[in-house]
């Protein structure tokens, strides 16, 4: 059996959310379905929901759960014990208007609130923001189980987080247990765990055509939220608005993934094969060494065992970078 010793790029999955717009065609030059509201763009994904199947190379029509089946050695180098499912879930959202409040739970309480279902811890890295959108991410100082309560039945859930005006290149990290929301015009990238386990805590009284309001979840929030996890502030990259040459920046650590911003030009080096990598590209382009052209709004998965992990950039490359621990 032939080695999995190439990138890989999957096709992408749209998913129509009552949240989303047309921004990840206009904004982010993805070619969506029909003329729909589409909210998220799943580049990666080992989900049952979905699972990703490879677009282009020697690859072609293999699905990401099959690579895992007949090559995971290969895929994960010496984390394959660790992991039955790919271990990431990387997704494009366009919140064109808001997402529910809402949160998701922890490796023990899904175990209990989401039998069957994984734990999901994220990061968020902040690709275009309209002036009035807006991002909600942990509890105010000495919120709880009673004020939380009262605000879903008063309207008032939002006076109750901790939130700020987002901006290009900050990123947010909500470990599991984080109650957050985000809307208003926010175009963004997002690593997380293999996971579609969420719970609505407020939907902000949205109702669709027929008056019908989507479902909440309070007593499942309510559970897993992490009470004693306060408001989350971004981290934003240096030099995102004025770019220099070479640039790397640490965005995110977890048990679950490393979250780096990475710039460079001229031949990229993503170091010595033996570990599992994915990088999404945010602006310039490039080539692999030997193989296919590599354009922004990819995402590429580097197997264990790829060799060769050059990219030769035209003029300048920028690119989220993913490892595990």
């Given at each position: 059996?032939a080695?999995?010793e190439?990138?890989?790029?999957?096709?992408?999955?749209?998913?129509?959310?009552?949240w989303?717009?047309?921004?990840?065609e206009?904004?982010?030059?993805?070619?969506?379905?029909?003329?729909?509201?589409?909210?998220?763009?799943?580049?990666?994904?080992?989900?049952?929901?979905?699972?990703?199947?490879?677009?282009?190379?020697?690859?072609?029509?293999?699905?990401?759960?099959?690579?895992?089946?007949?090559?995971?050695?290969d895929?994960?180098?010496?984390?394959?014990?660790?992991f039955?499912?790919?271990?990431?879930?990387?997704?494009?959202?366009?919140?064109?208007?808001?997402?529910?409040?809402?949160?998701?739970?922890?490796?023990?309480?899904?175990?209990?609130?989401?039998?069957g279902?994984?734990?999901?811890?994220e990061?968020?890295f902040?690709l275009d923001?309209?002036?009035?959108?807006?991002?909600?991410?942990?509890?105010k100082?000495?919120?709880g189980?009673?004020e939380?309560?009262?605000?879903?039945?008063?309207?008032?859930?939002?006076?109750?987080?901790?939130?700020?005006?987002?901006e290009?290149?900050?990123?947010?990290?909500?470990?599991?247990?984080?109650?957050?929301?985000?809307?208003?015009?926010?175009?963004?990238?997002?690593?997380?765990?293999?996971?579609d386990?969420?719970?609505?805590?407020?939907?902000?009284?949205?109702?669709?055509?027929?008056?019908?309001?989507?479902?909440?979840?309070?007593?499942?929030?309510?559970a897993?939220?992490?009470?004693?996890?306060?408001?989350?502030?971004?981290?934003?990259?240096?030099?995102?608005?004025?770019?220099?040459?070479?640039?790397?920046?640490?965005?995110?650590?977890?048990?679950?993934?490393?979250?780096?911003?990475v710039?460079?030009?001229?031949?990229v080096?993503?170091?010595?094969?033996?570990?599992?990598?994915?990088?999404?590209?945010?602006?310039?382009?490039?080539?692999?060494?030997?193989?296919?052209?590599?354009?922004?709004?990819?995402?590429?998965?580097?197997?264990?065992?790829?060799?060769?992990?050059?990219?030769?950039?035209?003029?300048?490359?920028?690119?989220?970078?993913?490892?595990?621990?």
């Amino acid at each position: 059996m032939a080695k999995l010793e190439t990138s890989l790029r999957f096709e992408t999955f749209f998913r129509p959310m009552v949240w989303g717009g047309r921004g990840l065609e206009t904004k982010l030059g993805k070619t969506l379905p029909g003329t729909d509201a589409v909210g998220e763009a799943w580049e990666v994904s080992d989900h049952s929901l979905h699972q990703s199947v490879v677009a282009s190379g020697p690859w072609k029509g293999k699905s990401l759960r099959q690579l895992m089946s007949e090559h995971r050695v290969d895929l994960l180098g010496p984390a394959e014990a660790r992991f039955k499912t790919f271990p990431w879930l990387f997704k494009y959202l366009d919140c064109h208007d808001w997402l529910s409040v809402q949160v998701h739970p922890d490796t023990e309480k899904v175990k209990t609130l989401w039998p069957g279902e994984g734990s999901k811890t994220e990061a968020w890295f902040i690709l275009d923001a309209a002036p009035a959108s807006r991002i909600y991410a942990g509890l105010k100082p000495g919120v709880g189980p009673e004020e939380l309560r009262q605000g879903i039945e008063d309207g008032t859930v939002a006076d109750l987080l901790h939130s700020f005006a987002p901006e290009p290149g900050q990123c947010v990290f909500l470990p599991a247990g984080t109650v957050h929301a985000v809307g208003g015009g926010v175009l963004m990238a997002e690593i997380q765990e293999t996971s579609d386990a969420t719970f609505r805590l407020y939907d902000w009284d949205r109702v669709d055509a027929q008056g019908k309001s989507r479902t909440l979840h309070v007593e499942e929030s309510l559970a897993a939220i992490h009470w004693d996890k306060g408001p989350v502030t971004p981290r934003t990259v240096p030099y995102y608005s004025a770019p220099v040459a070479t640039h790397r920046h640490p965005l995110a650590r977890c048990p679950f993934f490393n979250l780096d911003f990475v710039q460079d030009e001229g031949a990229v080096d993503l170091g010595s094969a033996g570990a599992l990598q994915l990088i999404a590209v945010i602006s310039g382009s490039g080539r692999w060494t030997g193989g296919e052209p590599v354009t922004p709004g990819e995402v590429w998965i580097v197997p264990a065992a790829q060799k060769d992990r050059t990219v030769q950039a035209e003029g300048s490359l920028a690119f989220l970078r993913a490892t595990l621990p």
